[in-house]
């Protein structure tokens, strides 16, 4: 290699060292977030870069984004509960408020120690669910920090793991299903006791002498369209940009590869779907389950 080409290979390398510390260094989570509940068992770390939501047996804890958005990306990463977290659930999801509100939920259902996580997955539209999708996960989600993913855009809901997707709803509302793209929403995350269902079905029951359970959050990173309720409008608005967002996720759609990519995560991790859920649906299921889910 000559001299040129090192040189110039160093400074390639500088650059993303030097974009890869920025990238970390702009989650703030004193600026992004605000800790709602828990009264003290949310902490926040390390000038801003960690979180921690715990659980014990008097409370839980949580947290919601200062912000509101219509449309965006959001990515957090996330260490869940280890060792044994039958009957708590952490939550990552995006909600409004009031009877009809829409929401895009993340939920990790804990377990007996060695058994798999469940990824409790739906999607709410004017105060309508029902939409559930679960999943294990092909790595531990313990022993570091994994990348969970929302990807809402007019045309679909993604949902993502380490940038592979798990699971796509469609805009359908040209057959009359609803979509959720009127009502800005917030981040929250939480960490609570469920252990009347959330483990084989409540039969599971916490074991507070684990207490207390912590999850760990960090990188939270909301590349989306901030709501302002003043004006009504969002920052992605008419004129109003902002220079260093990636408006990639806007126009998000599974290609070849990522179609491959889900195919393979409900071949080999999905658990539960509610579009084969006769027993569930016996007058028939749902309408957008007759429809391509990618």
Known sequence: MSCINKVLTMLLLSAFVIL???????????KDVDITWGDQRGKILNGGQLLTLSL????????QS???????RIDMQIKLVAGNSAGTVTTFYLSSQGPNHDEIDFEFLGNLTGDPYVVHTNVFSQGKGNREQQFHLWFDPTKAFHTYSIVWNSQRIIFLVDNIPLRVF???????IPFPKNQPMRVYSSLWNADDWATRGGLVKTDWTQAPFTAYYRNYKANACVWSPSSMSSSCSGSRTDAFQDSAWQQQALDAAGRNRVRWVHKNFLVYNYCTDLKRFPQGL?????????
């Open 66 to 72: 200062k912000n509101e958005y219509i449309f965006g």
């Open 286 to 294: 749902p309408l957008e389950c007759k429809k391509s889910r990618f």
């Open 170 to 176: 469609n805009n359908m509302e040209s057959s009359g």
């Open 20 to 30: 890869a510390c920025s990238i970390v260094a702009s989650a703030d989570f004193y």
């Open 56 to 63: 014990d047996k008097n409370s839980g804890s949580g947290f």
